[in-house]
């Protein structure tokens, strides 16, 4: 299996620190600096210092163009990227030293950052910051600079921060060669502890932890033309500033620089570690082109197989998978219920919406025999919830299903897509909430998908026919005293023997049918469970129950 780094950008492949004196120093507040004129010096190839020509200049003469020493505000990274977009798009930088450009997995994760050069180690805060080397799937250089108060200072290659084993065995770059990302630590699981929280690398890439949590799901900055046929545009964060944290405070802030052919970004991420790790997202777009095919606060995930499509399988874990389900609650505050699935063929699903209070990918199944990987431990991976600030408008939950026959790609990923495009030239602000660990509790007394399972119709022989089973579970509160009266639907095919009964083990209900796809090649399957108004008034109101969607595929 890949590590997380290999995963981060195996997207694309399927579709298509003891903070060291030498390397930062903070800016003089008493230097002048108009912060105008300064977002024009950077853009400005000509105001571009030099590459350093000895070991020692290198460090004291940064060829850093964004993630500069200066003054810093909450505007900064704003002003650069509304300045960005006005300029032509010129690609990331990818030039590395000959040591550094053919690196294989083996040898590019045989470079280790030093566990004593962490950043803010010896400073009793909340955090530590390491850092990820440029290399093998990372090549594109990455800025980096760190803020205390209103001061950002530069943080340059070090080569120093690296240490490496038998596999890399030549001398590290001694000029300012960037980085490839960062990472955060935290004592998110014990006091005396700082374990990973947080990682951001690769493209727009990043991914958390809640407590007890290990990497499954990512999150991405912006989502471009995704599974198009014209290809994917894969936007990149090419510069971070990252604020100093507060000793009595867990809340850390990032700050990002995204750009892409199509448009540029700022970001601001407010992060807070926790049963649940919240990350509030504020986000500035400056599209250079319209961007009729966006996809806003995009999660990414992998589903192998569980119980609900099994076929052809020979893998001795009963379910692989990262995410199990798309859990959406509507702008009408309608839980939907959507299990994912490993198609034959590429499929987009479009869940169009107004106002949504939320979505995202689901590890629903949280027990260890549902899997039976002692390595990958699936049952520990996070959910990832996304939940809108303020009023996204119309638009759609858009949900792509990529095939796929290996678990080291990430095959899954779902945003919400603007019903109107967004307009070159203009300013797009949007803001939203992340939520990684488990996922959104639920009032007493809502009943929820619990499982989903599939199989032939006929055990005695072969058939077409398909058996789905769903497990329903009740949340707490009391249950009706009358049964539901269940509702299949299907778009194509038939439907038939519609069964309904109590389920003992969970103190729920079991809900069987039986499908007939006859000549459909695709069909939009939907089930709900209706109670009499007076007998569930109690237990079941309106929007508790959540309704289960499926597409069902040849």
Known sequence: MLSRFGKTLSLTVLLVVVLLQSTVVWADPKTPLNQENKVEALLSDKNTPAPAKTADAAFAVSNAKYATSGIFDQDTVIKLAKQLASKPYVAPDEALPDSLKNLTQEQYQD??????????????????????????????????????????????????????????????????????????????????????????QGATYFKALGKGDNYGVSARGLALRTADPMGEEFPFFKAFWIEEPHADSNLLVIHALLDSPSVTGAYRFSVRPGDN??????????????????????????????????????????????????????????????????????????????????????????????YQDLRAQFETHPSLWVEPVGNWGQGSVILTE???????????????????????????????????????????????????????????????????????QLNGGQRPATMPDPKVQASSGSIDNVVIRENPHNGGYRLTFQFDPKDAQVAELRAELQFDAVAGAEAVTSGKTETWLYRWSR
């Open 277 to 370: 790790t919240q990350m509030d997202v504020e986000a500035t777009l400056f599209p250079r082109v319209d961007l009729d095919k966006v996809g806003l606060a995009p999660g990414t995930s992998m589903y192998m197989h569980s119980l609900n499509g099994r076929q052809n399988v020979d893998d001795f874990r009963p379910e692989v998978h990262d995410s199990d389900g798309l859990l959406m609650l509507n702008g009408r505050s309608e839980r939907l219920w959507r299990p994912l699935a490993n198609p034959k063929t590429l499929q987009i699903s479009a869940f169009m919406d107004n106002a949504p209070q939320g979505f995202g990918l689901i590890q629903r199944q949280r027990n260890y025999g549902a």
């Open 402 to 472: 990529i095939p796929t026959q290996s678990e080291i790609h990430d095959n899954i990923v779902v945003f919400w897509r603007p019903m109107d495009p967004i307009r070159a030239g203009s300013e797009y602000r949007f803001a939203y909430r992340l939520s990684w660990g488990d996922e959104p509790s639920v009032k007493p007394g809502t009943i929820t998908v619990a499982r989903t399972a599939s199989g032939r119709a006929d055990i005695s022989k072969p058939t077409a026919k398909r058996l789905f089973v769903i497990d329903y």
């Open 111 to 200: 470079i280790h950052f030093r566990q004593d050069a962490a950043i803010w180690k010896n400073q009793n805060l909340p955090y530590q910051l390491q850092l990820f080397h440029r290399g093998f799937y990372f090549k594109q250089l990455v800025e980096l600079a760190l803020v205390r108060g209103n001061q950002a200072s530069h943080l340059a290659y070090n080569s120093d921060y690296f240490e490496t084993g038998t596999a890399f065995n030549q001398a590290l770059p001694k000029n300012d060669i960037g980085y490839s990302g960062f990472r955060l630590h935290y004592p998110i699981n014990r006091k005396d502890y700082y374990d990973e929280l947080l990682v951001f």
